[in-house]
């Protein structure tokens, strides 16, 4: 059974930091995509950060709005992504959800329920 659980969110006074992490199973972990999206409130969801599967190209690719202040990245070993969040502002205010994608099967297309993430003073 796919599963991709979120943890690491919570409330933060802008300029903190979070980190998120991912843990998946039931699916070859190292050969998918792997992303974080967000969706803040009245808005459409939205990539903030993903790593390809090494056999793809393992770039990472992130918004512009979180260039220089998130890092994904992710341990095809332990079958977790992450993603380190410095210098938050209230606009990344969201729920964010664990996204696994195939770089080939665009129907493998799995997602966590999301972890919310409150950034206020």
């Known amino acids: 059974q796919v599963q991709l659980v979120e943890s690491g969110g919570g409330l933060v006074q802008p300029g903190g930091s979070l980190r998120l992490s991912c843990a998946a199973s039931?699916?070859?972990?190292?050969?998918?995509?792997m992303s974080w999206y967000r969706q803040g409130p009245g808005k459409e969801r939205e990539l903030v950060a993903r790593?390809?599967?090494?056999?793809?190209?393992?770039?990472?690719r992130y918004a512009d709005s979180v260039k220089g202040r998130f890092t994904i990245f992710r341990d095809n070993k332990k079958n977790t992504v992450s993603l380190q969040m410095n210098n938050l502002k209230p606009e990344d205010t969201a729920v964010y959800y664990c996204n696994a994608r195939h770089p080939e099967i665009d129907i493998w297309d799995y997602w966590g329920q999301g972890t919310q993430v409150t950034v206020s003073s």
């Open positions: 039931g699916f070859t972990f190292s050969t998918y995509h």
């Open positions: 790593i390809s599967s090494l056999s793809y190209d393992g770039r990472t």
